[in-house]
């Protein structure tokens, strides 16, 4: 038998598991780098953008979510290919589009936690339309070794 969960009760338990792994990690994390906390090349993601809530009934509110100033949970965001740079990967210097991506899928999670979407030599956009399969793997291979070490 198939049991229905409300989508609230269901996403209030993801993000409850993701606190838990979010301070083991934190942990890690500190011991890694230091009280400075992430690595120097991190994209901060602190301001919450408004969202449009749409209710069950389809009535929409406008809801300014506001940054947590007292949380305890770290959330490690890794956003999706957006580098236009000519080469196979990207360079480890914050663009506007990483960051405009980062801000507006992660941001919302800032009520919860401090989100930090850590640099990485992510495959470019050119090189995901015109590389060979080969070119493609290796490609991949670095941007999944420098989220890694990130």
């Known amino acids: 038998m198939l049991v229905r969960r409300p989508v609230a009760v269901v996403l209030v338990s993801a993000l409850a598991a993701l606190a838990l792994a979010a301070t083991s990690l934190r942990a890690r994390v500190r011991a890694r780098c230091g009280s400075a906390g992430p690595v120097r090349r991190t994209i901060r993601a602190p301001r919450a953008l408004a969202t449009t809530v749409i209710d069950a009934s389809g009535a929409r509110s406008i809801v300014n979510a506001t940054p ?8 490690f ?10 080469g196979p990967n990207s360079d480890l210097l914050v663009q ?3 960051r405009a991506v980062a801000q507006a899928q992660a ?6 936690c401090r989100v930090w979407a850590p640099m990485y030599r992510q495959e ?15 490609a991949e291979g670095v941007a999944y070794a420098s ?3 990130a």
């Open 124 to 138: 470019t956009l050119p090189a995901l339309l015109s590389s060979s399969p080969a070119a493609t793997v290796k």
């Open 147 to 149: 989220l890694l070490a």
């Open 77 to 86: 965001y890794v956003y999706p290919t957006v580098s236009t740079e000519s």
């Open 107 to 112: 941001s919302r999670f800032s009520t919860l």
């Open 68 to 75: 947590s100033s007292t949380t305890k949970f770290d959330c």
């Open 96 to 98: 506007s589009n990483e």
